[in-house]
């Protein structure tokens, strides 16, 4: 029998490799266009496109895991601040990335930096949920 709301080996790969690569990406951007570190290699076109994409790919990952993984959530009654907390912060990067592209130009310099900010905050949310699964499972494993 599954534990609830655990995820087939082959979804959480996607879904943790998804999130690992748009974090990625996006640090990389941020590190070489905001803070004009290694601008040529890091602050490029092609590391930002790259970010879009796997932003993209993470979307779904997360997407297909939404439904059933959220449920079991509830039904858990656990994780609740770090699950809530990263899907307002997902919708939040989802909005900010999209208004990057189509929202208006006066606020283009306001959104970037919240939209860094949060991916920043979201990555750290998303890695402290990671791992609290991570914990609890060797905590119960480990003899008393």
């Not at 590391?47 to 449920?71: Q, R, T, Y």
């Amino acid at each position: 029998m599954r534990q609830l709301g655990k995820m087939p080996a082959w979804q959480r790969t996607f879904v943790i490799a998804g999130m690992l690569t748009c974090s990625a990406t996006g640090s990389a951007y941020l590190v070489g266009h905001e803070f004009q570190i290694e601008r040529a290699l890091l602050g490029n076109h092609l590391v930002l496109a790259s970010h879009g994409l796997s932003a993209m790919l993470a979307s779904i990952a997360l997407g297909s895991v939404l439904p059933f993984h959220l449920k079991a959530g509830l039904q858990s009654k656990r994780k609740y601040f770090s699950g809530f907390t990263q899907l307002g912060f997902l919708l939040t990067l989802v909005i900010t990335g999209g208004m990057l592209y189509y929202g208006p130009a006066e606020l283009r310099e306001t959104t970037i930096q919240f939209h860094w900010l949060t991916g920043l905050v979201f990555f750290a949310i998303f890695m402290i949920h990671v791992f609290m699964k991570w914990s609890l499972r060797s905590s119960r494993i480990q003899p008393s």
